[in-house]
């Protein structure tokens, strides 16, 4: 399985982002799918995460209302777009593939496999 995620960059304080992940490997319909974030001197945290058919959602309360993940399983893709970015929305945002299709989840340990990280920066 690889996961390829995209999308970060830099943005102003209000601003806004899109990051995707493509997935190859496996059938990705059958599996949750979750975003995580590690800011450097932080230990990595949950995001977000979708189901892989009913696709109902879970985020993380410093989050909710702001973000919101979805997937295009035709396209084998999972999406985060961020709105109304804060200074310590910074950090390195990592898709990662569930090894069950539901529910979604926030451990890290549910996760078998691992993007690359792409970097969300956010000036005030």
């Known amino acids: 399985v690889q996961l390829q995620a995209s999308g970060g960059g830099s943005v102003q304080a209000g601003g806004s982002l899109r990051l995707s992940c493509a997935a190859s490997?496996?059938?990705?319909?059958?599996?949750?799918m979750g975003w995580f974030r590690q800011a450097p001197g932080k230990e990595r945290e949950f995001v977000a995460s979708?189901?892989?058919?009913?696709?109902?959602?879970y985020y993380a309360d410093v989050v909710k209302g702001r973000f919101t993940i979805s997937r295009d399983n035709a396209k084998n893709t999972v999406y985060l777009q961020m709105n109304y970015l804060k200074p310590e929305d910074t950090a390195v945002y990592y898709c990662?593939?569930?090894?069950?299709?539901?529910?979604?989840?926030?451990?890290?340990?549910?996760?078998?496999?691992w993007g690359q990280g792409t970097q969300v920066t956010v000036s005030s």
């Open positions: 979708i189901a892989g058919r009913d696709r109902s959602t």
């Open positions: 990662a593939e569930d090894r069950l299709a539901a529910p979604p989840q926030r451990h890290a340990a549910r996760y078998d496999y």
């Open positions: 490997g496996r059938t990705f319909s059958w599996y949750a």
